[in-house]
């Protein structure tokens, strides 16, 4: 699997202190766009090293035509990486990860609700993956929310719905 990140959702990992762990989810690949990667800048050092060492790689940017780009840009109204974004992932074909609402809802039109996910649907699926315990995804939101990440408050035990048989049987 493929997945797009979007600024938000990037930064949130970071700022959740799980972006490594994360890269670590088994059979998915990271893409981010150029213009993601020129808005991240917050947080750029820490995209540059991740697209160093591989974990991270770059959309190619000539996949889209200047003209698709401007019509999405202007039919959408979102930032250029969100636009970006959601056309190559449109394009590719593959998923793509944001948390910003207007952008969500624009990706969902376009590419299906079972191709965008989040910063939380990533959390969920490292909980799955035995990457992350419940209890370390819950910390990780609050602290995504706490460095002024726009989600949505969760129960402290929902993360608890994702372990699976899998996981359980790590822990032990």
């Known amino acids: 699997m493929i ?5 938000s959702t990037l930064i949130n990992l970071v700022n959740g202190e799980i972006l490594s762990r994360a890269f670590r989810l088994p ?47 202007k039919e959408m109204n979102l930032g250029d990486g969100e636009t970006e974004s959601i056309l190559a992932a ?12 207007a ?7 376009r590419l299906g609700f079972s191709r ?4 939380i649907g990533l959390l969920q699926q490292a909980v799955s993956a035995s990457i992350l315990l419940p209890e370390d995804a819950s910390a990780a939101h609050k602290m995504m929310i706490a460095h002024g990440g726009y989600l949505p408050s969760l129960e402290s035990n929902y993360f608890e719905a994702f372990v699976t048989s899998d996981s359980l049987g790590s822990k032990a």
Do not use: Q, Y
């Not at 998915?28 to 060492?53: P, Q």
């Open 3 to 7: 997945i797009i990140l979007d600024a």
């Open 27 to 73: 059979s998915v690949r990271f893409l981010v766009s150029g213009m993601v990667v020129d808005e991240a800048k917050t947080i750029s050092e820490v995209v540059n090293e991740a697209v160093a060492t591989g974990w991270l790689d770059l959309v190619d940017g000539d996949m889209i035509a200047m003209s698709t780009f401007t019509k999405a840009k």
């Open 90 to 101: 449109e394009l590719i074909p593959c998923h793509f990860a944001c948390d910003d609402r």
């Open 103 to 109: 952008a969500r809802k624009f990706a969902k039109a």
């Open 116 to 119: 965008v996910t989040g910063s």
